[in-house]
């Protein structure tokens, strides 16, 4: 006589091993974690240094163009010719009239790249501009 029944043997693993899944988890958010900073940094520029501290903006307002020592432009970190800037920052203007634009230009860079983005915004009636430079330390 049997005693235990056929059923023992056709009984399936019904449970999940969570283990390599934290696993995946874990190295995920490290590397979030680590490549987060990277992807808020621009261009890697060398302000001129002066000025003094801002009045409060709200971020929403504001639209950072940068010029690096080649000539390229950036808008709120996306790369994009001197033409694309100028539609971006007029639609920019057009949906947020209270938007100010910061430019951000490599102090060893060629001025007529500086001049272009000043000159792009006056013509489209863009009044709200702020050269970025480092601010000065107290001695």
Not at 50 to 57: A, E, Q, S
Not at 58 to 69: F, Y
């Amino acid at each position: 006589m049997k005693r235990f029944s056929q059923r023992s043997h056709l009984v399936t693993l019904s449970e999940i091993n969570v283990t390599p899944l934290l696993d995946l988890a874990f190295v995920l958010l490290i590397i979030f974690v680590i490549t987060t900073p990277l992807l808020e940094q621009g261009i890697n520029l060398k302000l001129p240094a002066g000025g003094k501290p801002d009045t409060t903006i709200s971020k929403s307002d504001i639209r950072t163009v940068e010029i690096d020592t080649s000539g390229s432009y950036m808008l709120d970190r996306k790369r994009m010719s001197l033409n694309d800037l100028e539609a971006a920052l007029i639609a920019a203007n057009r949906a947020n009239p209270k938007t100010v634009v910061y430019i951000r230009a490599d102090k060893k860079g060629e001025i007529e790249n500086l001049y272009a983005v000043i000159n792009r915004c006056q013509r489209n009636g863009i009044t709200r501009f702020s050269l970025r430079t480092e601010p000065t330390t107290n001695r």
